[in-house]
């Protein structure tokens, strides 16, 4: 199951290395990229760890921060490249921002319940998990379902930011759902398609703001 992550992991990490540094390339693909850079890191210390020493990737391990890491950069390449795009702040577009709201509450009461459960210490890297991944899934969500803009800009990127918000839920799933045998295998496998599909998709989006 492990390699099911890694393989996906890689091949997004592979197809960043060599896309992301050419010239004339937006900064927000960059940020995604690593994004993703931050999540092979995680993923790589996972499959290390659980071949040399199986222990220690059971609980809290390092590599959870290079999922965190992930999030962190999606978020940023959102609020600070992308969103001033799709969102000039008109009240007409107050609905669509009420309407994204549901994603990331539906993550918090996720993570709310796991807590009444479970108790606050025993999921204080969910809360942190929580921060950078509900607010990328807002604005993924909001900029998925946003009207277009000139240039068809929004419109070319609402494939990946629907990647983007279901690797939101799968990333919560794999890291605190708890699941075993076959969903726990369909999981890994969409998880992995998804952040493979991930960059490809960035940047048949962002290509469209050049022409």
Excluded at 109 to 118: D, P
Excluded at 190 to 198: D, E, G, K, Q
Aim: proline share 4%.
């Amino acid at each position: 199951m492990v390699w099911i992550r890694i393989l996906g992991t890689l091949v997004a990490f592979i197809y960043g290395c060599s896309t992301a540094f050419r010239r004339k390339t937006p900064l927000f693909y960059k940020i995604a990229f690593f994004g993703i850079a931050s999540c092979t890191l995680g993923t790589c210390y996972y499959v290390l760890a659980l071949w040399l020493r199986p222990g220690v990737v059971e609980g809290f391990h390092v590599g959870y921060f290079g999922y965190i890491g992930m999030f962190f950069f999606l978020f940023s390449s959102y609020y600070g490249a992308m969103n001033s795009i799709a969102d000039g702040k008109e009240k007409k577009y107050r609905p669509y921002r009420l309407a994204a709201c549901v994603l990331p509450v539906l993550l918090i009461g996720f993570a709310v319940m796991k807590i009444w459960q479970e108790g606050i210490l025993e999921n204080t890297l969910l809360i942190i998990f929580l921060v950078p991944s509900a607010a990328t899934i807002y604005f993924a969500g909001k900029h998925l379902i946003m009207p277009d803009v000139e240039m068809g800009i929004i419109a070319t990127m609402r494939p990946y930011n629907a990647v983007i918000v279901a690797l939101c839920i799968t990333q919560m799933i794999l890291l605190f759902g708890n699941m075993e045998g076959a969903w726990a295998w369909a999981a890994e496998a969409v998880n992995a398609v998804l952040v493979a599909a991930s960059l490809p998709l960035a940047r048949k989006g962002v290509r469209k703001w050049f022409i």
